[in-house]
């Protein structure tokens, strides 16, 4: 009876994510993808949502499963896809967690070269490379899935060779949570002490935010690696199953809430999140999005760049404008800098 509770409670969990999950990132493609300028800092967000709708398109299948008591009735390709789908999903998010870790270090340590380098024709290719990336790495996992048949009932699960579960378990430890995670850890790490030092903490994002990001990572999928060694031991102590596998549902749920996070961790949660939520949705996507570089930037370089592009658009024909790819946030910048010096003066 505690089982039937606990799959009806994951159930009822997985409902949601996926509700919330579709919606949430729907948005975040749609105007990521079709209503904001393509930049930067666009691909990367319009890529992370990509791999968590895929999944949580995928996700209705491991529902229906779910209330059928695990039997799985979509034969042995979709068995295959399914687990190769989720597979993706989880590589290409956590890279591409890690890109954007990397870059917002890149763009708030390196500021000159940021400007100069980060164009958004080298994120596009960066992110096709993570695709395949997280493909190759998948592929695997969808290779040793087969159907097992039990009381005329199917049921998609691993193979039981214990070397080769041991051998997936560590690969996607190592390579979908160990060394992304320092990575993430370091990066946030070094954007905070920059921050600290510019003292642009209370002007740009908060620290709770970077804060919050490491920790939904830790705590997203740190849990669903722990049992999936636990249920390696599981299998020769029979004692344990039970735990086991009522804590691989519930740690599972953990990591496909991962998908419903990310939109707003990342997209939604920015520093006067209150204020902003009563303005337009659009708006609210395209200040979170705003390049991490210009909120860095001196007073003086950001000024001189300033002045460039204003007398380049000056000897421009006036109905031939360009694009400078100048926003309103680059101009609030420069106001806080004049603020800033007229107050210590």
Known sequence: MDKDYM????????????IVGILGNGLVIYVTGFRMKRTVNSVWFLNLA?????FLTFLIFTIISLSNNYEWRFGSVMCKLNTIVISVNMFASIFLLSTISLDRCLSTWVVVWAQNKRTVCKAQLICAVIWMLAVACSIPFGTFRYIKTAKDS?????SSSMTVKYIMTTFRFVVGFLIPFLVIFVCYVAIGVRARRLQRTRKQRPRRVIFSIIFAFFICWLPFHVFQFLELHAMNNP?????????ILLTASLAFMNS???????????EEFQRKLKQSICFVLESALAEDHLSFMSSRSLSSHLSRISR???SAAPLERKDTGISFTECKVVIAEERDTGSTE
Request: proline letters at 4%; aromatic letters at 14%; one cysteine or more.
């Open 239 to 247: 004692d344990l199953r039970p735990a086991v596998n009522s804590g």
């Open 260 to 270: 419903c996070l990310n939109p707003i961790l990342y997209v939604f949660m920015c």
């Open 154 to 158: 199917a049921y998609c699960v691993h």
């Open 7 to 18: 799959r009806i409670a994951c159930l009822v969990i997985y409902c949601l994510i996926f």
């Open 50 to 54: 990509l791999a968590d709708f895929l």
């Open 312 to 314: 380049k658009s000056d």
